[in-house]
């Protein structure tokens, strides 16, 4: 079994930062791309960011310029550096992770969320 756990959600004000991380256990040799959805009251889940094994990165137009992501192979974790945050970035944050031989940002390991709320 493969489960990811999200941490380094809060509250800040808009312009702040925050850095989300989501570890990764189990069979840990299953998983290939890995990423960040996120998703609004009565909004759609959408893409924040992903990265494939080889490093090759994805962002939603939103975001782009504002955050990284970034993965650790070694500790098995994904992170996510938001940078300049707005509060339309306000969302339930949820780590994904693609299950092998699949390397794309269709994810099928779930985190169970982590809250990011940003005020004006």
């Known amino acids: 079994q493969v489960q990811l756990v999200e941490s380094g959600g809060g509250l800040v004000q808009a312009g702040g930062s925050l850095r989300l991380s989501c570890a990764a256990s189990g069979s840990i040799f299953r998983i290939n791309a890995m990423g960040w959805y996120r998703q609004a009251p009565g909004k759609q889940r959408e893409l924040v960011a992903g990265i494939t094994s080889g490093g090759r990165t994805n962002y939603a137009d939103s975001v782009k310029g504002r955050f990284t992501i970034s993965r650790d192979n070694a500790k098995n974790t994904v992170y996510l550096q938001m940078n300049g945050l707005k509060p339309e970035d306000t969302a339930v944050y949820y780590c994904?992770?693609?299950?092998?031989?699949?390397?794309?940002?269709?994810?099928?390991?779930w985190g169970q969320g982590t809250q990011v709320t940003v005020s004006s």
């Open positions: 994904g992770a693609a299950r092998y031989p699949t390397n794309t940002f269709t994810f099928d390991y």
